[in-house]
């Protein structure tokens, strides 16, 4: 089946400082990705959705100047934190589409800030 | 009221058993999604299904579009089927909203 490469899948930061994860398509053309983030014993929760080529649409509460989207080709796209601060420590998950068939999630990021 | 919402939370089953995972949405959907979480976080989609049913292995998954509810079953269920296993409802946009998930422990 379609890979979803996403990376790092752990990532200790100091806070202030700023992070960046990968999140790459490896055998397909992906039209749209997705970022989530997920807290301790919570369900998944949308961030953002990103089109190849356009900005990001953001979900209500997800401020778009501290988790920078980038999804520049069909294969790539990236969630830079910036300045992190300890409450930003959750796991970050990508998925990615083709519109044609269904979402595929990458492996996770594991951020901790301290 | 949560838009998706699943029952159980938590299931323990004995190996061998016969497992049901229940998931109601309140919104209008393009396709259920059927995913699995492992401990670790890495997320693997079981199913995308819009009508009737799927079977894939031991892993059968049901939707009801009036009823607006689908099930997931597991069959001959076994400890390596321990995860967590969230439905999520696929609206327009291919934006999913998920369920808080059902832990599933099946002991040996």
């Known amino acids: 089946g379609a890979v979803v490469s996403q990376h790092p899948s752990r990532v200790i930061c100091k806070s202030g400082t700023s992070v960046k994860i990968e999140c790459r398509s490896l055998d397909f053309q992906a039209t749209t990705m997705f970022w989530y983030r997920q807290f301790p014993k919570q369900s998944l929760m949308l961030m953002a959705t990103s089109n190849e080529g356009s900005k990001a649409t953001y979900e209500q509460g997800v401020e778009k100047d501290k988790f920078l989207i980038n999804h520049a080709s069909l294969t790539l796209s990236t969630l830079t934190v910036t300045s992190a601060h300890p409450e930003d420590s959750s796991f970050y998950i990508c998925?990615?589409?083709?519109?044609?068939?269904?979402?595929?999630f990458g492996q996770g990021t594991r951020l901790t800030v301290v | 009221k949560n838009e998706v919402e699943q029952s159980p939370q938590n299931l323990t089953a004995q190996e061998g058993e016969f497992i049901t995972i229940n998931c109601s949405y309140s919104v209008g959907i393009s396709a259920l999604h059927w995913l699995q979480q492992h401990p670790g976080g890495g997320i693997v989609s079981l199913f995308m299904l819009s009508s009737g049913k799927k079977k894939h292995g031991r892993l059968i998954a049901t939707i009801n579009i009036q009823e607006k509810h689908s099930s997931l079953h597991i069959t001959a269920s076994h400890p390596r089927d321990s995860a967590v296993y969230i439905c999520a409802a696929e609206t327009s946009g291919s934006r999913l909203t998920f369920g808080e998930g059902t832990q599933l422990t099946v002991n040996p």
């Open positions: 998925s990615a589409t083709d519109r044609l068939t269904e979402a595929f």
